[in-house]
């Protein structure tokens, strides 16, 4: 018994030790033992406006926040004012905000992610099952497009359709026809839809 007693205390030092080395917060060790955030690119998703973002500045959070983009695709951060946004990605927006912050802060790291992109969308209106707003992912065409609304409702008059697309002076009515878009091959009668395209069926 004598000749296990040192052992066993041993043994009970030992994972005393190791408990209080998990318990220690990573803090104490430095800044160096705690890892730098990583940015969310968002792949090549372009901000438009209306769309919401998150721009996080490492150890800055009076400048960071969720700003949404205006209507002339920009939004507003403070200490650096306007960022343009609107045909960026995220990776773009935070080149932005990182050279603006050099005049302020040394070596700035920062993160921009989309929180809603509520510019990515297109909007089937007219004598469909369910008109509304739908969200373009991926590649749409017309024909998909009045899939996702459920088909033609009774009255439709489906070789009458309208594609409005653009907006003020840039805006373009593209007349469309079902009929067409069944008989002939081609993006021509059966176009890839865009974001923000309105689709009238009267």
Same mark, same amino acid.
């Given at each position: 018994m004598k000749n296990n007693l040192p052992k066993k205390a041993m043994a009970i030092i030992l994972l005393t030790a190791a408990a209080l080395l998990v318990t220690v917060?990573?803090? +104490?060790?430095?800044?160096?033992?705690?890892?730098?955030?990583?940015? %969310?690119?968002?792949?090549?998703?372009?901000?438009?406006?209306?769309?919401? +973002?998150?721009? +996080?500045?490492?150890? %800055?959070?009076?400048?960071?926040? =969720?700003?949404?983009?205006?209507?002339?695709?920009?939004?507003?951060?403070?200490?650096? !004012?306007?960022? /343009?946004? =609107?045909g960026s990605t995220t990776e773009g927006v935070s080149n932005q905000v990182e050279q603006k912050l050099k005049l302020f802060i040394e070596k700035p790291f920062v993160s921009t992610i989309v929180v809603e992109a509520t510019s990515n969308r297109i909007y089937i209106l007219g004598e469909v099952v369910k008109p509304g707003t739908y969200n373009l992912d991926g590649s749409l065409t017309v024909l998909q497009a009045l899939s996702l609304a459920g088909g033609f409702s009774t009255y439709a008059?489906?070789?009458?359709?309208?594609?409005?697309? !653009?907006?003020?002076?840039? /805006?373009? %009515?593209?007349?469309?026809?079902?009929?067409?878009?069944?008989g002939t091959l081609g993006e021509e009668n059966n176009p +890839?839809? /865009?974001?923000?395209?309105?689709?009238?069926?009267?």
């Amino acid at each position: 018994m004598k000749n296990n007693l040192p052992k066993k205390a041993m043994a009970i030092i030992l994972l005393t030790a190791a408990a209080l080395l998990v318990t220690v917060p990573l803090g +104490v060790y430095g800044d160096d033992t705690v890892s730098m955030p990583q940015a %969310n690119s968002s792949g090549d998703y372009k901000l438009g406006a209306g769309d919401l +973002v998150r721009v +996080v500045v490492w150890k %800055n959070a009076e400048i960071s926040g =969720e700003f949404r983009v205006r209507p002339d695709g920009r939004f507003s951060m403070p200490l650096i !004012g306007d960022i /343009q946004a =609107e045909g960026s990605t995220t990776e773009g927006v935070s080149n932005q905000v990182e050279q603006k912050l050099k005049l302020f802060i040394e070596k700035p790291f920062v993160s921009t992610i989309v929180v809603e992109a509520t510019s990515n969308r297109i909007y089937i209106l007219g004598e469909v099952v369910k008109p509304g707003t739908y969200n373009l992912d991926g590649s749409l065409t017309v024909l998909q497009a009045l899939s996702l609304a459920g088909g033609f409702s009774t009255y439709a008059n489906t070789d009458k359709m309208i594609l409005v697309r !653009g907006a003020g002076d840039g /805006q373009k %009515n593209l007349p469309l026809s079902y009929s067409k878009i069944l008989g002939t091959l081609g993006e021509e009668n059966n176009p +890839v839809l /865009q974001r923000g395209d309105t689709l009238i069926v009267p």
